[in-house]
């Protein structure tokens, strides 16, 4: 117990030392796009993960909330009035996106999803006089919280890290509270769970919605980010992307979609630099991680950790005694 | 007053009749055993007593209250819990988990997504209570992918016995136990209280003759007799059920 907190606290320490450990603006921005997909991937993952319910048209929730932000600021709005009316934007889709789409589950829900992101999609290309249509909307300024201004690199970065922080400890009492275990329950046994005096469709409801608030956040932050929204970042590729995280990381775990948005965006922005087929690399990664650790990098992990350490120990014994040391894995001998 | 009563209950899968004019009454407090052959439409009864299916006509009522119309999920607030033939459990969750759900189930806490679930006091105790009484107390930290067959079955009537009901309804507990898993099952369940009205499955004759005080016997989905344990076995039409399988 105690080795995690010391542990939780070295990697908070080492995320607020980013900055001051990376001089190159660059690298400070791409561990910016690191966090903010995660804030989309944690979001994600509580309804893949947490809920069983696979979601391909995420992208579509963030977007709108990145429009609505982004159409305000052009209209001339300020930023509180901007980051609300994305929020409610944001919320507004997913309460429209999960009363249309969890009459299904399975195959059916993704398919819903897919379709109800692919017009939201549609709607950010044709609704031109709204959007802007391919071109997209500029975004002047970035907010300044408290007099601190976010346009720098760094700054940016610390807003993004806040942000961050708090949308993990949320998903850490979310899917340790009763909603949260009610939530696992309607994934592992909805039948039993309605059977116990659950409203599945209630608890998935609201599952939803969180994950949207989680997705709209870091819509917010993507338009702050590249001062830009256009289809693009609408498109179903973003939502497959958002989902290569959750599922590579580990779904079902906290931090599985943070490690998972790293890799990504590691990939794309960083190797993508050397490599100029980072496409078809990113999917090998993700076919080695699906082969070697099916449940993800994080678990994956821990899996094999823990394996290794059981291993060390017996091995010792094993030696004094003089024993073979091919012994079969996991059966420890008497 | 009776604890449950159907009316003119009907069901048809596609063309099959699988529950065919069915009416039966069940006082507080009694111990009613359905029993019937393979197929005979028990399970189907059960489903349709607990709103997991709808009925094609006929009314389900829970101390006088006409609940046909009720969705399932509402039906353990009022006092009715099951347990399922086939095992259906939480299997990446410990024993302990699985009757805190059976808990919260009828919990106002279970909208909380603030709290801490490992902290709420008191639903881990009245779980270990429940799990205590199937006696499975002591290995309630173990996950339930660790555990034999017949204590899945045991953690089934920890979960239904957790909600207190005042009607429980029980699919086959005995299926697929050891004959002393089979005495243990046994004396559990006449150590129920009287306030609480039993109803169960068996597709045996004389595996839980001895726990009922009425029997009714289902084939093709029909009542066939109704009655207490020495008028269902003396009739001609049991018989008559149970050789002609
Ligand atoms: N959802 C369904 N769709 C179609 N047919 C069904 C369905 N559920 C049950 N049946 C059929 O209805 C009949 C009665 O099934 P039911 O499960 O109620 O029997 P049972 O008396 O519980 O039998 P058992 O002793 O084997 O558990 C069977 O012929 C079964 O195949
Ligand atoms: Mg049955």
Redesign the pocket.
Known sequence: MTVRYALLAAAILALIAVPYAITEQYYVNIASQILLYAVFALGLNILVGYGGLVSLGHAGLSGAASYAAAYLLAAGHGHVVAIAGALAAGLLTTAGFAALSLRASGISFIMITLALGEIIWGLAYRWISITNGDNGISVATRPAPFGLSLASADGFYDATLIVFLIAVAACAIFVHSPFGAALAGTRDQPRRMNALGFHVWMVRFWAFMFSGLLSAVAGILFVYYNEFISPQALALTASAEGLLMVISGGAGTLLGPVVGAALVVIVKNVVSAYIARWNFLLGAIFVLIVVFMPEGLVPGSVRLFRAAWRGARRRKPAAAAAAPASMPAGEPKP | MSALAVKNLSKS??G?R?TANVNFAVEPGERRLII??????????FNLITGELTPDAGSVLLFDRDITRLPSRNRPHLGMARTY?IITLFPRDTILRNAMLALLGLSPLRWNPFAALHRQQHLRDAARAALARVGLAEMAERPLAETSYGEKRRVEIAMALAQQPRVLLLD?PFAGLSIDERRDVRSLLSSIPRDVTVVM?E?DMDTALDLADRITL?HF?EVVVEGTRAEVVADPRTREVYLGE
């Open positions: 899968f596609g099959l699988v019937g052959p393979n197929g005979a439409g028990k399970t189907t009864l033939q086959e499955i597709h289902l989905g």
